[in-house]
């Protein structure tokens, strides 16, 4: 296959979801079986995903494929220069494989919602919302300018706010859908001035040509401060699309969508590609913007993780997991485990798909119950269900054998090294931490929900075992989330092809001057940045693999300890029940409380911007009852003595005018109205004198 | 002179001057017929200019259709019996005065305009490069056309019926 | 005489033109209406194909002068259509008495 094939086949895996999106949409109300078109098409663009990924990584393993074209050319603005903004695609390693992963699970997606959503009003509309949710996350994906990353980047936003909203005859689902898109737009504000800072240094939106400008020493605003400014700001939009904490807050109001969205938001579109953006300008980051981001990470990471432990709804213990598990990996990026976080991002993505998938199978099966302490001993009756449900809980944990232990013990592994090197040892230490703590409320929520007794015994009575379409899914999910497709070797992801050769950490191109100490080059300084960039493998500094290769073995038996207890602590206290868990809750009420409530985001949210806003505005509608109207009034009692003076004046300068102008106007229609005879010959002999008046005139 | 010449001033004067009566002629009838001779003499004129085939459409399309149709719309709509066949004219002398100053205008500016003028000479086979042209350069204009002609006969059948 | 050329083409087809358009404008019988255009897209299809001659430019124009044939066909068709829903309406097919434009 050739590069301008390859190129068009993205094309074309880009474009088919919008055909989708389209169809659907305008033959929606009339042809009832117009979902099948989406469908097809979805598994279309997956089939082209997967000649795409195997052409690229088989083929250009090495080398990059970019087309683009010259969109907008403003020519020459007064300040800028001549201006043209470019727009392409970028077919690289990393996006090949995250393109598979979008369509794998958008597929998956459409398939399990035919049974899941059957009999809804908008049916069809539903289906039209995937393909542009797919769509958006595509171009995200395939983008190679920052420009078009933040046009997909809303439209990603616009369409979680059409799916979260679906069912809005709710009013929590309508709010939910709202809180979503502000919140959203919170974190997009930064990154726009971060898009807008690097468009003014720079000319432009394309990543490559940022990166380059950079590693010759241009800087926003001619300092490396800025530069790390551009690094935040860009990553506050990961902030708001990710669900970082601090605007977290969506994520879990977010579950008011149908589950088959929640699969799709949390694993594969949405969230996925705040760490896609991070993985993108990851060159760019100074030791500064690295330290934030890390910082971010572990808040986002611990606060959902305790959380998680004390809800009640399955959907909102998944949805804290996954923040936290993005957490994971803006941590990891944050410590400079770049393969680890976008390896992580792979692994989440199938096994909390199926984790949500398998929610919705449940959620299917006992007539929409959520909540946990309701179900119970649904093993038996949900065999499939149970058992892939399992192998996706064994992955979060990190459990051997399992992609997620591959991923997540990379991870807690980078962050190892990083406490090694820096000192900074507070990220491994949460980091472990929250490994345990998710190992806990996982087979928490799976004991609940599978094992015991069932304690409501009428919604049992009723559950049943989902039909094929919603099985396959979970089982192709479940084939996914084993260790075996990644690496040969279950203890070590790096003897994997996609570790080894697939993904690989960028050069950076930040000063070395501003970088921590293990990630300065050892290359001369004269090589070119190009000829590194993107097609040799850069571990940093020999310091740095050192240290990984020295924390590989104690982060791996540390992290197995701690998710083994987890896990054991669970079952204690769900299964076996040694510990009454009400008398434990009681104890340490507060912090049982604490996490219960959510930490009170919130409650603290609502009273400080919705409360500030309503403060505000009773101290604006106070200056306007007071000095405003007292202007106003004043100026009321000038108007009226100039208004008296001015009636003068109008009757008789101004009427005089107006009865002239009236005057003049009907006699000029007199004679004009001679021409108008209504009859079409009259009218031709008037043109053709025109004509040959204007011919005189322009000869 | 030659035979050219002549073969031209010929038709040129059928031309011109039963378009004339077919302008003038109070009679509708016999202005249709007039307008046969026009017709005829442009035909002729396309021949002088190397367009035998276009001639030939002329007289198949204008002759045999267009002006029979015209026929039917006098005979239509003029119920012999009872209405004037005869039709009057109106507004006459603006007419004129528009007219001739317009015609003079552009033979005027005609005259002073130094056209490119290559004497070609009159190719072999027009229909086959004709046919060419319409299935390779002109064949978006030629299937447009096609439907346009259909909705025509549609719309003029759907809007006689009324 | 000077020897026959593009102009005295263009003198032909002026003339043809300046009637047509005397014919539109004077005549009061829609159907005679019609004649004059037919008249005008003659003299229109003269220029296409003396041009096309005399400038050398092959058969684009009797191409053209084509495409004028099958539009005056066309429009023939539908003005006819046009003048018989008139008759209906107005029980006369004389222009000069229609005038509900004015109102």
């Given at each position: 296959m050739t590069e301008p094939m390859m190129i068009n086949l993205a094309l074309a895996i880009l474009f088919l979801p919008l055909l989708g999106f389209l169809v659907t949409l305008l033959f929606g109300k009339r042809i009832k079986s117009i979902y099948t078109f989406e469908i097809a098409i979805i598994i279309l663009a997956f089939v082209g995903a997967v000649v795409l990924l195997f052409t690229k990584l088989s083929y250009y393993q090495n080398t990059d494929i970019v087309s683009q074209v010259s969109w907008i050319n403003l020519g020459n603005v007064p300040l800028l220069g001549n201006t043209t903004i470019d727009i392409g695609i970028l077919i690289d390693n990393i996006s090949v494989l995250m393109i598979f992963v979008v369509t794998l699970i958008s597929m998956l997606v459409h398939i399990f919602s035919?049974?899941?959503?059957?009999?809804?009003?908008l049916y069809n509309r539903y289906f039209a919302y995937l393909g542009i949710f797919t769509f958006s996350m595509t171009g995200i994906v395939f983008t190679h300018n920052m420009l078009m990353m933040y046009i997909f980047w809303e439209l990603v936003g616009l369409s979680s706010y059409l799916l979260i909203g679906?069912?809005?005859?709710?009013k929590s689902a309508s709010d939910a859908g709202k809180k979503a898109f502000i919140v959203n737009r919170v974190g997009d504000l930064g990154m726009l001035s971060g898009i807008l800072l690097l468009y003014t240094t720079y000319?432009?939106?394309t990543f490559s040509q940022i990166f380059s400008q950079i590693a010759a020493g241009h800087f926003p605003l001619n300092s490396e401060f800025w530069l790390t400014v551009t690094g935040i700001l860009l990553f506050c939009g990961a902030i708001g699309k990710s669900a970082q904490?601090?605007?977290?807050?969506w994520l879990p109001d977010a579950?008011?969508?149908p589950t088959p969205v929640s699969a799709l938001i949390h694993a594969a579109t949405m969230v996925a590609a705040g760490v896609y953006l991070v993985v993108r300008i990851?060159?760019?980051?100074?030791s500064g913007a690295l330290m934030f981001i890390a910082v971010i990470g572990m808040l986002s990471a611990f606060i959902p993780a305790t959380i998680a432990?004390?809800?009640?709804?399955i959907k909102k213990v998944l949805a804290y997991s996954t923040i936290s598990q993005l957490g994971y990996m803006v941590m990891g990026l944050g410590v400079g485990a770049y393969k680890f976080a976008f390896f992580h991002l792979i692994t989440h993505a199938f096994f909390k798909a199926l984790l949500f998938l398998g929610s919705g199978s449940v959620i299917h099966a006992m007539h929409h119950?959520?909540?946990?302490?309701?179900?119970?001993?649904?093993r038996k009756k949900m065999p499939i269900t149970y058992a892939t449900f399992l192998i996706a809980s064994l992955a979060i944990s990190g459990i051997?054998?399992?992609?997620g232990f591959l991923s997540k013990d990379g991870i807690l592994q980078g962050s190892f090294a990083f406490g090694s090197l820096t000192g900074y040892w507070i990220f491994a230490f949460v980091g472990f931490l929250v490994a345990m703590m998710t190992a806990f409320y996982m087979f928490r929520l799976l004991i609940l929900t599978f094992?015991?007794?069932?304690?409501d015994h009428h919604k049992y009575e009723h559950a049943h075992e989902s039909p094929f379409t919603m099985a396959m899914p979970l089982a192709v999910l479940a084939v996914l989330s084993i260790f075996i497709w990644y690496t040969p070797n279950p203890f070590n992801?790096?003897?994997?092809?996609?570790?080894?050769?697939?993904?690989k950490t960028p050069q950076l191109v930040?000063?070395?001057?501003?970088?921590?100490n293990f990630m300065?080059?050892?290359?001369?300084?004269?090589?070119?940045?190009q000829q590194v960039t993107q097609n040799s493998e850069v571990m940093y500094s020999e310091s740095y693999t050192q240290a990984l290769e020295g924390a590989h073995i104690p982060s791996l038996l540390l992290s197995l300890t701690l998710a083994g207890l987890g896990i054991l602590i669970a079952f204690s206290f769900y299964?076996?029940?040694?510990?009454d868990v009400d008398k434990l809750a009681d104890s340490i009420k507060p912090l049982y409380k604490l996490s219960y409530n959510k930490w009170y985001f919130d409650e603290i949210y609502g009273a400080v911007f919705v409360g500030g806003t309503l403060l505000l505005s009773r101290a604006l509608a106070w200056f306007d009852q007071y000095i405003v109207d007292g202007i106003v009034n004043g100026a009321a009692t000038v108007t009226r003595a100039v208004s008296r003076f001015s009636g003068k004046f109008d009757n008789v300068v101004v009427d005089g005018m107006v009865n002239g102008t009236a005057y003049v106007s009907g006699f000029i229609g007199l004679i004009f109205r001679?021409?108008?005879?209504?009859k079409v010959q009259t009218y031709i002999v008037l043109v053709v004198f025109s004509l040959v008046i204007l011919l005189f005139i322009f000869k | 002179m030659n035979v050219y010449d002549i073969i031209f001033y010929l038709f040129a004067a059928i031309t011109i001057l039963s378009a004339f009566f077919v302008v003038t002629t109070r009679n509708i009838v016999y202005s249709a017929y007039y307008l046969l001779f026009t017709f005829f003499g442009v035909a002729g004129i396309y021949v002088l200019l190397g367009a035998d085939f276009i001639a030939m459409v002329q007289l198949i399309v204008y002759v045999g259709g267009i002006l029979i149709l015209l026929l039917f719309g006098v005979m239509l709509t003029n119920r012999i019996t009872s209405v004037e066949i005869r039709s009057g004219s109106i507004h006459v002398v603006p007419a004129t005065i528009g007219v001739a100053l317009f015609a003079g205008i552009l033979l005027a500016s005609m005259w002073n305009t130094e056209w490119k003028s290559v004497d070609t000479a009159a190719p072999a086979a027009t229909t086959q490069n004709l046919g060419f042209l319409l299935i390779h350069q002109y064949t978006l204009v030629f299937e447009l056309l096609g439907i346009l002609l259909l909705i025509a006969l549609i719309g003029a059948a759907s809007m006689a019926r009324k | 005489m000077i020897q026959v050329g593009l102009n005295h083409f263009l003198v032909v087809s002026t003339a043809l033109f300046a009637l047509g358009i005397l014919g539109i404008v004077t005549r009061k019988n829609a159907v005679m209406v019609l004649m004059g255009i037919e008249l005008i897209l003659n003299s229109a299809n003269i220029n296409f194909i003396a041009f096309a001659k005399f400038g050398n430019f092959g058969f684009q124009g009797q191409a053209m002068a084509l495409f004028v044939i099958i539009l005056a066909a066309a429009e023939a068709a539908i003005a006819l259509a046009i003048v018989l829903n008139i008759y209906k309406t107005f029980s006369t097919v004389n222009v000069d008495e229609i005038d509900t434009l004015k109102d």
């Open positions: 035919i049974v899941y959503m059957e009999g809804d009003r679906f069912w809005y005859e709710k000319h432009t939106f904490f601090p605007l977290h807050v579950m008011e969508g990851f060159p760019l980051l100074t432990l004390t809800q009640n709804d119950e959520q909540d946990i302490t309701k179900m119970g001993g649904l051997p054998l399992t992609s094992h015991g007794e069932p304690r992801p790096e003897q994997g092809a996609i570790l080894s050769n697939w993904i930040t000063p070395q001057d501003s970088r921590f300065k080059s050892e290359l001369p300084a004269n090589v070119a940045v299964q076996w029940k040694k510990v001679r021409f108008q005879t209504g | - | -």
